[in-house]
């Protein structure tokens, strides 16, 4: 077992202080903090500033304020002493919206959708109450008669949180373990072909088992993908705190990114294996994309399967594909994250994914065995499953 | 002692090896010898259990040779292999951490072999920065990294400059001393001759010859006695064996077995006798008879 050590101790080290490591997880931490950065930038700010010309316009700010805090946002409002300096206001940027006598509502442009709601609402509310004054009702009764509460929102299922936060942390969740599995999977298979090309493999195996070498380069480069995966993640999480997008993050996040690291090790553990024994048919770097094909078509499905689950999380093709392994190593986690699932089902899937490694893992190392130490041609795989 | 016993091994139509034996003693160092496509490279692998012999006998110290005595073995192989973009120490005691040493053991070996070696100075550059013989200079001190047991090493001297020849050899000769048999293959049939307690001569996958080298110079060797003779009387040698020739002047007579006073009274009379003596035949050209 200290044999698996080393080699994997030296895969990390050497492979961890390549340029392409560090620049991998480098890109990698500042896309996903770009990320949670887009949705301030594009919905931007929901804080305004509103400015009030005319005094058919006081009230707003009343108005506005319950609806505003129901929402988390903020409104400012400020007087004006007229439409001139509000037009100035307004193509200065200064302001959002300014509100004219009550009765017109100027932009630069077009007002922000939400603030536009509020604006609309609070107009409303004002007016009908105006109206309803003016028809002869008792004031005291039309303000009791105005306070409606809102409607209560209550899941009918055990998910909280927006379904479309929900649905982009999916997305996210499944080109994250995607870029993460074909590069760290890729890399097994190149250093396979490295050894193997440069025949050191010959003198590697007179001194260590050939499981103990290809166990040892499958945990070394598997650590650093779940490094690049931490990585990924803490930089997710801290910028969606720093931009406040943490409060829009549903419930139970933890639980769906630790889901999300199992399963890239148990996807890990699957393609790697693959691609450690289909990378030992060959000598040369250049003949491994075109022997790897079969895995990377596999990776692909299982990818785009995924992809489709986001959309259809409950639907029975993602239903049947969660439990089936390969694929799912990355439905199961894309439908914890989205919605509702049954114990059992994670408990089948986690089985079955298991066994399939297993299985894997134990043919991958039988078909290196044989293979690694052929150099020359391309070995068929015929020859060394009998 | 390590020893092969009658290794056959075919690549598919090819017979790479028809029954090769062979035995090493502790402290011998055996010179392995024979054409290109021979079968050494095959023999070696065979013995480090890189290649399956289709069948044969391995042993080392009468025990079948198994997978743990072979960790102690060190080994060269052909197709010298290096992590490319490891450093040369760190390279080094990865080997010797490989082969089962403790952290503080593969460090004080390798510093020792990378000073002995001459690679001081370039220690922590990527092996992919070094020139071909000193990345062979690497592939040596992987291979003696552990204190081998045994040494098997593939052509080793092919590509060194005479300065690094004369490092290896003296490195080999130490680890000989200390007991180790050390096989090696070679195309330098002086420097085999020059080192090797005892040689094997592998002609199409058989040897042909092997032993002491001088038992083997004695039985496969013709001895020639060699007479050189100035302001010669023409003809004078007509009648004895062997064949005469000129060089520079002077008549030269190589002889195989006879009567040498005879021949020595004969070359008095015909002129000044410059040169009288039996001459040892070279490896080399013990190798061409016997793989003729
Ligand atoms: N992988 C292989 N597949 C088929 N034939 C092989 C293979 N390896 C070696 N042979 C054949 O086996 C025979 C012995 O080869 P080997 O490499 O042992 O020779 P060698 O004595 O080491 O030669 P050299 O001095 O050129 O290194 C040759 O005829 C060679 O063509
Ligand atoms: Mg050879």
Redesign the pocket.
Known sequence: MSNVWLVARREIAVRGRTKGFLIGLLVSALLVVALAFIPKLLGGNDSYTVGVVGAGSAGFETAVKPLAEAEQAEVAFRKLPDEAAARAALADGDLDAAVLDGTKLLADGEVSQQLGLFLQSAHRALQTEERLRAAGLDPGKVTEAMRVPPLTEVSVSTVAGDAGVRAGIATLIVLVLFFLLISSVTSVAMGVVEEKGSRIVELLLTSIRPWQLLGGKIIGLGALGLVNLLVVIVAGLGASLVTGLATDLPPGITGIAISAVIWFLLGYAFFSAMAAAFGALVSRQEDVSSVLTPMTTLLMATYLVAFYAVTDPSGSVARTLSLIPPFSSMVMPVRMAVGEVQLWEIALAGGLMIVAVVLVLLAGARIYQRAVLRT?ARVRLSDVMR | MLEAQALHKR??D?E?LRGVSLTVRPGEMFGFV?A????????MRIVMGVLEADSGELSWQGQPLTYETRRGFGYMP?ERGLYQKMKVAEQVDYFGRLHGMSRPAAKSATDELVERLGLTERRDDTVDSLSLGNQQRVQLAVALVHRPTVLILDEPFSGLDPIAVDALAEALAERCAAGVPVIF?S?QLELVDRLCDSVGIISAGRMVAGGPVEEVRAREGRRLLKVVVRDATPGWADGLPGEVSTENGRHVLLAPDGDDQAILRAAVQAGTVEHFGWQQPTLTEIFREAVA
């Open positions: 020359g | 690549y598919g090819t790479a024979g290109n496509g021979a079968g050494k490279t095959t023999t052909e293959s195309h």
